[in-house]
């Protein structure tokens, strides 16, 4: 079965911070897809990334970075120099191949910028 | 990029009517379409996945009599909460997946608010 675990409920911290987000998956299928999406609170959920399960290079957008790492099941977002309009709740998500790509999202991260 | 549409954006409705919610995929067609339910500071539990002119299939503890789902074309689902009740409000959203054979990344709409007074 797959499932998403994100440890973090909410996260506080000042503007300008760096802040890293951890989301730890657990897949019995060699093929599999890792996201994030943001959620403002108008709750529409905004897509910041996809990685193939083959691809473990790190990516950078900006001041979004992700860190993907199999050996520990885990792919990692951090946001470099923090700002307000950061606040939202980020959710981390798997989509099996062999699931018809339903996607399952973790619980989320909360994250507060504080001006 | 692709956009996927949801109307109504926003419902209110008395207790035990029926409320039905439609998902488009605007330039795209979609084999297959996921609904999700959200209730406040939680995440997106999957309801279920229908493909298009099949029946839709359900998550465990899902009621299959009380959400309807009908994926008529490839473009549209539609998602009917039947004799809604208070416990029913909730954030519905849909997504969908292309057709386009090995083109995994789905699209998801921007989501319809349900209050069941």
């Known amino acids: 079965a797959q499932k998403v675990t994100q440890a973090q409920t909410e996260i506080s911290v000042v503007e300008k911070e760096d802040v890293t987000l951890d989301c730890v998956y657990e897949?019995?299928?060699?093929?599999?897809?890792l996201f994030w999406y943001k959620q403002p609170p108008s709750g529409e959920l905004v897509f910041l990334i996809r990685?193939?399960?083959?691809?473990?290079q790190n990516e950078i957008s900006g001041r979004y970075s992700w860190n993907f790492q199999k050996s520990t099941s885990s792919f990692n977002f951090t946001i470099t120099a923090s700002q307000v309009v950061d606040s939202a709740v980020y959710f981390c998500?798997?989509?099996?191949?062999?699931?018809?790509?339903?996607?399952?999202f973790g619980p989320g991260t909360s994250l507060s910028v504080i001006p | 990029g692709a956009v996927v549409s949801q109307h109504p954006s926003r419902v209110i409705c008395k207790s035990g009517t029926s409320v039905k919610i439609e998902c488009r995929s605007l330039?795209?067609?979609?084999?297959?379409m996921f609904w999700y339910r959200q209730f406040p500071k939680q995440s997106l539990m999957l309801m279920a996945t229908?493909?298009?002119?099949?029946?839709?299939?359900?998550e465990q503890g899902v009621e299959k009599d009380k959400f309807l789902i009908n994926h008529a074309s490839l473009t549209l689902s539609t998602l009917t909460v039947t004799s809604a009740h208070p416990e029913d409000s909730s954030f519905y959203i849909c997504?969908?997946?292309?057709?386009?054979?090995?083109?995994?990344?789905?699209?998801f709409g921007p989501g319809t608010r349900l209050l069941v007074l």
């Open positions: 997504s969908a997946r292309p057709r386009v054979l090995y083109q995994e990344t789905q699209y």
């Open positions: 897949t019995r299928d060699t093929t599999y897809y």
């Open positions: 990685r193939n399960s083959f691809d473990e």
């Open positions: 998500a798997l989509s099996e191949r062999t699931s018809y790509d339903k996607v399952i």
């Open positions: 330039d795209f067609q979609a084999t297959t």
């Open positions: 229908s493909n298009e002119g099949s029946k839709a299939t359900y």
